[in-house]
């Protein structure tokens, strides 16, 4: 053989040992919950959906290396545990717990020797992650005005302005709900025709409604929907004669899933928003046998947290979208006293702010959408009003802007579209 052969890291004689550059990495992703390791390997190791526990080589020569790559940047949600399997791991014997949880690691160890084991060489989290472009359009569509249920949409572009009425999308509803999905479309779900129904319709990236798709869970009106996840949306809440409280996740091509039971106190006329920069959500406000002002928090798997109450003016039937990067807010609504005004900002840990008041025309059941990749508009609502109100990047509410479409109440509103 000729020339020379470098980087033999102390193996047997005979066996040339990968080097870093050389690592073998394994071609199928790991999900499971276990995974058992082998020298001179790399694994890409998916947390999705679960922890997963790392059992390294029973036996191992100094220079043995093996790297570990958080695959779906999940390592923060549902952690690596490693087992180092009899062998130290940094200095301490194996009944030490080895754990990381910090999405977009990659773990680079080498086996030292006996006295210090396992050792990192690396453990560098890669921070420049792919951003999804921000949804520049939105939807206002379905809803109620003055004469009974109504099929209308009405297009918002990137700079927030509302056009026309477009008819015909769909079974005439109110009391439904609507959120982003696929990081590009937009689905609209349940609602009310005289009686609660399990429609949805879903919009394309060019902001047309689909035909009426039947028997996506149990049917129910006045719930909320929020995206989770990146691309996801969840639906949750809602009345079918009584108060619910259950749950369907939508997936990333529009697709509801079967009811989930028990998320939190059951109330309806609730709003739900995404926030943070790893896809959570949350649900708040609404009404029980009276009005609340109760949060469930939402994990970027879609999994509904306990209630955590006093969250701003007890209301429910108010706007809610995203502004900013990662921020959202809600506003408008029905308390006690009456019509509101006043908003609540969220922020990118999901605390919602005191009241602000005197934020436009005060008015309940009413839509907000996204719009202008970090801007908001809510618009409708009250006594079948055509009036709108744009939130800035800073989460700043402008005064009312009058005669944006046919006039309604009860509708929902969604981001579309990640083309200006």
Known sequence: MSGTVVSNVFRTSGVIAATAAGINFQSTVTTGTTLSVEAGNGYFIDTTSNICTVTLPSSAAAGDQI??????????TNKIVIDSNGLN?????????????????????????????????????????PVQPPTQKGIFAFGRDGSG?????????????????VSGVGTPRFGLAANTYGGDKAVFAYGDTGSATSLKNLVNNSGVVAADVAGVGTARFELAGASYGGDKVIFAYGNNGSDLNLSNLC???????????????????????????????????????????????????????????????????????????????????????????????????GVVAADVTGVGTARQSLAASEYGGDKAAFAYGGSNVSTKNLCSNTGVISADVTGVGTGRNLLAAAGYSQSA
Not at 109 to 127: C, L, Q, R
Not at 149 to 165: E, H
């Open 67 to 76: 790297v570990l790559v958080d695959y779906a940047r999940t390592w923060g």
């Open 149 to 165: 249920n109504v099929s209308v949409s009405n297009l918002i572009n990137s700079s927030g302005v509302i056009a026309a009425d």
């Open 251 to 349: 997936s990333n091509t529009g697709v509801i899933s079967a009811d989930v039971t028990g998320v939190g106190t059951a109330r309806d006329r609730l709003k739900g928003v995404k926030y943070g920069s790893t896809g959570q959500a949350l649900f708040a406000f609404g009404q029980t046998s009276t009005f609340v002002n109760m949060k469930n928090l939402v994990t970027n798997l879609g999994v509904v947290g306990t209630d955590v109450t006093g969250v701003g003016t007890a209301r429910y039937a108010m706007g809610a979208a995203k502004y900013g990067t990662d921020t959202a807010v809600m506003a408008y609504g029905q308390a006690s006293s009456g019509s509101v005004s006043i908003k609540n900002l969220i922020n990118n840990q």
């Open 89 to 129: 791991f940094q200095g301490q014997d194996d009944t030490y717990g080895v754990e990381y949880n910090t999405s977009g690691v990659t773990v680079n160890i080498v086996y030292s020797g006996s006295s210090k084991g396992w050792t990192p060489i690396s453990d560098d989290v890669v921070t420049d992650a």
